[in-house]
């Protein structure tokens, strides 16, 4: 993970500043700036409880808080079963298919002494909100995003009330959600690891954060995964014994291409009988992205942060010498980290280092046919939720979170860069090596996708509609 935001809330304003100071406060900044350089480097905690973020005391305001309102003011009534508990009735408020449910056996979560290979534990997910289940669990398990502070974490116990409460956790749930595994900020994780049937995980034998670039042989430890994948081998399926103590000693190969998990445990008690390869591999492009998203939002914040301090600054100085008045203007600094974090957000819409499928790929629930149609679409039919599962995930690979609110809700400069740089890449004028999965072809499917589909382009981009032969490049 680039690093330079650790120091850069604190260093950039200093420097940015010199030019406008007289030499005596000049000499007291440097000093200033020597002490900085000895200070330990910030952690992930203090990044996401920093001003302007104040993630801990400030007030959510994401699905999961949303839903709560309108149970409070009886818009809402959860329904709730002895078998799943409220899982169904929170799946249908939050718009949740069924079909996303993915099944995890490692005992990585907050209810693991009920999770094994014969109860594993059943997530579900749409755009902004993950659902965990666990049988016999006394609380169901939820992150959800919110746009300014990013994942948000809640419990909802498995009892029968008149009002159900979601409950907000912070510190338990961060010590896994607020680490290097999510970019440090609060985020969401997928992770492979190797795993017993008692789901104990074995940590000697190392684990994998799950995001687009992952190989797809080091995905899915610890998983359950039904699907056709034809030569290609995962990680899931399997189980840590005795005579696989290692990496390289354990059997890819015999959990491959399973398409019925009934002979690992009872599927009766779970709401689909599968987990579902594609809506494994949405998930962990999803997750990351978010984090990505939510990453690049706190350092945009940071960053006008620190342009206010140097504004105030320059407003002191113009106030003791009414003769000069310097008058700000957007520092390199500034700009530049505006612009890092916005190719961040680039860089994963685009899919970048994405792996490519050697087999084709297939699922084995109504995930797939359901995906698809959720759109929207262009006037040709096209959708940024079109899979490919040929080659790549997605037909028109730019993800369909440029759609969300974590996206639109970027700082305006952030999303003012994202929007240029994205321009840059669609219209050919970018053709670097890290763009070079993306021909000519592609690009300007997707930006005619984007033109008709996304609102709050920038009125420079319909520019492509008026001159499409200028924006072609030769092939």
Known sequence: MDRRGD???????????????????????????????????????????REPINYLTATPDDPISRLQDNIDNGKVKLQYEPEQGYLKSVLEALEVPVSSQGLVFSKTSLQQRFISAFTPRAVYFNDDTYIGWVQHGTVLEISTVDPHLGGVFYTLPQEEVEQPRFKRQTHECLQCHATHNTRDVPGHLVRSVFATRQGRVNFGMGTHRLDDQTPFQNRWGGWYVTGQHGALEHLGNNFVTAANESDDEFNRAGGSNITDLSTFFNVERYLTPHSDLVALLVLEHQTQMHNILTQSHYYGQFALRDEEIIKTMVDQLNASNKE????????????????????????????????????????????????????????????????????????????????????????????????????????????SEEFAHLDSETRQAILNILLETKNGLPPYWREAVEKPSELADEE
């Open 7 to 49: 120091y850069s809330g604190y260093i950039d304003p200093i420097f940015s500043c010199l030019k406008f100071l007289p030499m005596v406060l000049t000499r007291l900044v440097l000093i200033m700036t020597a002490l900085i350089f000895t200070w330990v480097p910030v952690r992930a905690e203090d990044l996401y409880d």
């Open 324 to 431: 000069t008045q310097e008058v700000y203007v957007r520092t390199e600094s500034i700009q530049r980290r505006i612009d890092n974090a916005a190719e961040r957000i680039v860089q994963s819409l685009l899919f970048v280092k994405a792996i490519e499928f050697e087999n084709p790929v297939s699922g084995t629930s109504s995930f797939t046919a359901e995906f698809n149609q959720r759109g929207p679409v262009d006037s040709q039919g096209r959708s940024l939720r079109t899979l490919d599962l040929e080659k790549r995930l997605f037909k028109y690979p730019c993800s369909f979170l440029i759609y969300s609110s974590a996206f639109d809700s970027l700082p305006a400069p952030v999303l003012e860069s994202v929007y240029r740089q994205l321009w840059e890449v669609l219209t050919n004028q970018n053709q």
